[in-house]
Structure formats: C-alpha cells, structure tokens
C-alpha cells in the first residue's frame, strides 16, 4: 500500500494531480482544500494518500493533511457513499465545519455539498453522529509540518487500534498529564481501558 508521497507537482489539473517520485509519476485525485494549498508546479509536496484497489482499478486520493485522510476515509463507511462524494465533502468544509455540522445535526447545510441530498444527509448524522464527537481531540488540523500534539496523536492512535473516536477522546483526556508525550498517554490510556 502507499501511504504517503513526496516528490515534485509535475501536474496540477483539479482535481487531478501528478507527482513525480524519482521519475515515476504518480497520478493523484485531491479535494479543492488540497489542491488550493499547494504550490506551484515544480516545487516539492508531500502528501498523505489514501490507496484504493478495485476488481478492475487503482485509486491513489491525496491530502496534504492528515486529518482530511481520516475524514476522507471515516465519510465512506456511511453506506451508500463512495470516494466521488468524501472528495466533494472536503472541497466543500473544512474537517471541523464538517463535525460540527454533524454533531448539530445541520441537515440544511450538509445538502448544500454536491452529490449529498436530505436522505444522505441524514444517514451520515446517524451513522457518523458518534464517531466525529472527538473529531476536534483526534483530527489535528495544522500543517503537515508543525510541532505533533501528544494528545491528537494518541487519539489517532488509539482509533488505529479500533477505538470510536469518541472513546480514544475520552481515554486521552482522562489519561493525560503535563509532559506526556504520545507514546506515555497510550500506554496509560490502555491501562485504563483495561480495567
């Protein structure tokens, strides 16, 4: 699987993007909110990727945020919602709008995103209502490179192993001390989840 790409944007022709990684160019599918943050072509990016194969095809879908990826991929375990429809989720908000429009159940606002109509908007509140709860805690929004927050990376972590979002929140908040770092709070939130 690829998880991650950095090398040159020999192309960039919304939504689609090519990467040249040591002379092998990586075609790549990427929300407006990545494709509006990169630079020009011939400058160096690294993206994080989301890999997809199909009976028939490959898929390679990049974000220059991690926290898109696993919205990207949190969206499309709503039954009935496919790739097309994640990417036009995040053209259309932001990773914390999103949250926020489904923990207030903002049914309104979520048809206004192409391809969602009332009933999807709906069955993503239903079924998405519990695992955005901690979206803020486990989806770090910053720039790729900026200093890690112990606590987000925990989170992720902790959903990594299979923990709702909300959980891996809870543990992390009630785990944490002054001074942890990711690794610590991890180790004393699957203690507590131990008992």
Request: glycine share 8%.
């Amino acid at each position: 699987m690829i998880g991650r790409l950095r090398g040159i944007l020999a192309s960039k022709q919304p939504p689609w993007l090519v990467i040249d990684v040591g002379g092998v160019g990586y075609e790549v599918e990427a929300p407006m909110s990545t494709v509006f943050d990169l630079p020009e072509t011939g400058r160096e990016v690294a993206l994080y990727v989301h890999y997809a194969a199909k009976e028939d095809t490959v898929s390679l879908y990049g974000f220059l945020r991690e926290a898109e990826r696993v919205l990207f991929r949190t969206i499309q375990k709503v039954s009935g919602i496919g790739a097309k429809t994640a990417l036009a989720v995040l053209s259309g908000v932001s990773t914390d709008e999103f949250a926020r429009l489904v923990q207030s159940g903002d049914v309104q606002s979520l048809t206004r995103i192409p391809g969602i109509g009332k009933k999807t908007a709906e069955r993503i509140i239903v079924e998405l209502r519990d695992r955005v709860d901690g979206m803020a805690l486990a989806l770090p929004t910053g720039a790729a490179n900026a200093p890690k927050d112990p606590q987000a990376e925990a989170a992720s972590a902790l959903q990594q192993l299979g923990y709702k979002p909300v959980e891996a929140a809870r543990l992390v908040k009630e785990t944490f001390a002054t001074g942890d770092d990711a690794e610590a709070i991890i180790r004393k939130a699957l203690k507590a989840a131990l008992r």
